[in-house]
């Protein structure tokens, strides 16, 4: 809850509540999908860390075209972490023994393709919806 809280204040520069909450709902829907057919090793799935790396890297790519730094920056953020998590298993063991199983990094990956394609999906709807109309 945490984390969900935290991504939402980060990201409450580009998302209103209802875009944050669209948002992080496809991210869990296209995610879980994902899973689904991409890891069918994963017997289940439990948390919603994959899809808070895709809600970050849909908040970040919106973020680009505003703020292009600051969304870079978060998506380099990102991006860094992963590598870090998949290069140096280690790195997860806290987390691991906390919550009392494997933290499941290839969904993760899974996670940053959703929000990649929310991103994008945000742009292209972004593009397409008619210009406001300016005040009389």
């Given amino acids: 809850m945490a984390a969900l809280l935290l991504c939402r204040v980060l990201l409450s520069i580009v998302y209103g509540e ?3 909450t669209l948002s992080l709902l496809s991210c869990a829907f296209i995610t879980g999908v994902l899973i689904h057919f991409l ?6 799935y439990l948390g919603v860390s994959a899809a808070l790396y895709g809600v970050l890297i849909a ?3 919106a ?8 969304g870079a920056s978060l998506f380099v953020l990102i991006i860094a972490k992963l590598s870090l998590d998949y290069l140096v298993p280690d790195s997860v063991d ?4 906390r919550i009392g199983v494997p933290v499941a990094v ?5 996670g ?3 929000g990649v394609l929310v991103g994008v999906g945000e742009a292209a709807l972004g593009l397409i919806r008619p210009a406001a109309l300016p005040p009389e």
């Fill in 18 to 20: 209802r875009d944050f």
């Fill in 39 to 44: 890891l069918p090793s994963y017997e289940y």
């Fill in 59 to 61: 908040g970040a790519l």
């Fill in 63 to 70: 973020m680009w075209r505003g703020r292009p730094y600051a």
């Fill in 94 to 97: 806290g987390v691991s023994e």
């Fill in 106 to 110: 290839e969904a993760h990956f899974i």
């Fill in 112 to 114: 940053v393709f959703a």
